[in-house]
């Protein structure tokens, strides 16, 4: 193959990725793969881009001896070899721009939520079946109870202030508590505003900007909401042991892109929900309680209400954080 | 005549492209097809890792490319200390000072090396950018609010692991050896005063779009690798080593590799995993993985004799994980 082909072809290819990007940041589903907090980078990306294919299908250093004799990085090199072997690379670069103009639309479920797991089925693994057997780690496993029992008295404690009025706190206690909470920044002090939110309403609606904070603070203290309404959107999955009534409502969340995704939901329990498929868009409103599920200390909906739902434009939440507040 | 062929393939090419940008909404391949979820999932997982290192490719190679054309070898030699003992320490901290992840960081380096930079001086900056990062910290921070050793275990080791890094390199090589590929060997650039601005910015684009192609390959590569650990790895494997003093960090640390997550984000991934896998196994999975996985090693593939790449791996890992095991030992 002579040079002039190889920068052809990689003028098309670059070409392709300039108009991949640019479908992808149209349509929106630039987040299907990556945070929107990203964004940014890819115009960056999509211009320059852009600018290379464009300057690649013009470019003429072919016979710029000039150029070759102040350079000698070899770039040559780049393009000499077997035709099998460039017909593997170009297709390495091809397959891509392809499948992503074709496959965009995909939306991770249940088939990869199952691989990644539900956050309670694994610590419930942990703790109880695979350790039972030896001594040491149940020892392990018991400590991580007892601490995890002595926070809970703690987050109780914390959780009891918003009963008092807030004026009738003197103000040192006020200040102790905020000193504390710098020093652990748990889930409760990196969403307070939430926190407080939710402890004030009787009914909380999990929005795709408060789903991550949502379940983070149910996570760490289940207790504290129990008895408020709770409405819920988001995919259904179950794990390969849940039985029929059991499902996990829930959406994933990402950080930067979509191979960080986390499963973030709640273990749903009721006759009705055998009927329900894997992967189905539902809305639950029901009430906050807690189930003692294998030692383990979970939130779950009461007298639940079903609808099915189709799926959002944007079916993934994203971890969102103020780096300045810090 | 054979070209003429050629050159119509490639028109055929740039037409289907052209084609499905079009027209992948009306086609609606993924509804008509019956491709199994997983195989979607993976190609959704390999585009957003190939997706997402891209823009930090191109300012990596921009970077370089710049490098190349304005900053000459004197200047480098005038920043680093002679004494090659004595320079890996401001290299820790120029690595920790400047946001390059590992994408970036590799055509960086290899260009600071053909512009003179000792070889372990080069690697010490090459596993300590991504991860002494101020983003990296920062994001570490918040996904490890509540157990703060892990943000200051995750700093300091991967401090003292790139000193040692630097060490061993220096012990085994004292730079007599050239790691670069051959087409990729040293360059004598002093004609380069003579070219003119335009020409200079000519360039830089020239060597950004080649650089793009030399890299992209083994990325690619490598994205698909990940993505296919992702997509067919059920994490529950990995619980029965979970609390193992010795296989817990070696198998987080393996888990580190093949995942290739950007060290901005692997804080989260290990923040998710925090509660079946112990403290120490938890900080060799964000040490280790900035340092090396499976992403950058194709990375450097591009640049390095496979030999030099091969030999870099074994050096971080059999230093991160005693330099672990150590600290488990101490604080637990």
Redesign the interface.
Known sequence: MSKTTHLFIRGVILLGFTMLLFQLIWTGDINRFIAPRMMPYFYFALIVMGVLGTIQLFRNDIDDHDHHESCHCAHDHDYQGSKKKFAFIYALFIIPIFTGLLFSGHVLGSSQAQTMGFKHELRLATETGIYANNEESQQVAQQIEQDREESATDNNDSSGIPEIDEDEVPEEYREHDEERNIEVLTPESMYPELKEEMLATDHIVMTEDNYVGVISLLEENPDAYVGKELTIEGFTFRESDFSNDQLVVGRFGITCCTADAGIFGLLLEDDRLQEIRDDTWLRVTGTIETIEYNNWQLATLKDIEIERIDQPDDPYVYEQFDYSEL | MK?FL??GV?YA??F???F??LF??T????DRLN?P??V??F??????????A???V??GV?VSSII?VFVSDQTIQKYIPSNPLGAIFPAVIAGAIFPICECAIVPIVRRLMQKGMKLHVAMVILVSAPVLNPIVL??T??AF??D?IVVYARMGLAFLIAMLVGLVIYALYRNKMNPLR???GA???E??A??SFA?KIK?I??????E???M??FL??GAAF??FI???????VL??F??DPFLGPAVMMAFAYF????S???A??GA??S??FSTSSIVAFLVYGPMMDLKNTLLMLAYFKARFVFTLIAVVTFIVYPVILIFQALMF
């Open positions: 070209g050629r050159e490639i090419l740039l289907l492209i052209f499905a940008f992948a909404d086609l609606a391949l993924d491709i979820n997983r979607l999932d190609n959704t997982i390999f585009l957003s890792i190939f997706l997402e891209i823009p930090f191109l300012l921009f190349q920062l994001s921070f918040y609010s509540s703060l051959e087409q990729f360059i004598t650039h004609h380069q003579n070219r020409q360039d684009f020239y060597h950004a779009s080649d793009f192609f030399t992209g390959k690619l590569i990940a993505s992702q997509t067919f790895l059920a994490r529950e619980v029965q979970g609390m995942l290739s997550l950007c901005e984000a692997d989260f991934v998710s995993l509660q079946i």
